[in-house]
Nanobody, 128 residues
Framework: EVRLVESGGGLVQPGGSLRLSCEAS????????MGWFRQAPGKGREWVST?????????WYADSVKGRFTISRDNAKDMVYLQLSNLKPEDTALYYC????????????????????WGQGTQVTVSS
């Protein structure tokens, strides 16, 4: 059974930083692209970032977070991370970790339907 558990969220002031973590289990972690999505109150789920399988040599970011967020993975620990920097109030959302449904590829890494495993989310609130 696929299990994803996020942690690291919290309340932070604008301009601050957080590091989100996602612990994976129940599948061969190295073989799958991993993504982060977020959902703000009253809005749909938004793609944030994706990292390729294996060594994670390729990463993609939504324009809204490019240059401020960094995705990474540690296959030895079955963990994926999202470093959030220079946070803005509009980054406030519930952040979800997700596992792509296809081994070693993705049909559309920006589309939530491409992912078949989700965590419960970790809340990030950016406010002064």
């Amino acid at each position: 059974e696929v299990r994803l558990v996020e942690s690291g969220g919290g309340l932070v002031q604008p301009g601050g930083s957080l590091r989100l973590s996602c612990e994976a289990s129940g599948f061969t972690f190295d073989d799958y692209y991993m993504g982060w999505f977020r959902q703000a109150p009253g809005k749909g789920r938004e793609w944030v970032s994706t990292i390729t399988s294996g060594r994670g040599r390729v990463t993609w970011y939504a324009d809204s977070v490019k240059g401020r967020f960094t995705i990474s993975r540690d296959n030895a620990k079955d963990m994926v991370y999202l470093q959030l920097s220079n946070l803005k109030p509009e980054d406030t959302a519930l952040y979800y970790c997700a596992k792509d449904r296809y081994p070693n590829k993705s049909e559309d890494y920006r589309d939530a339907s491409d992912y078949d495993g989700w965590g419960q989310g970790t809340q990030v609130t950016v406010s002064s």
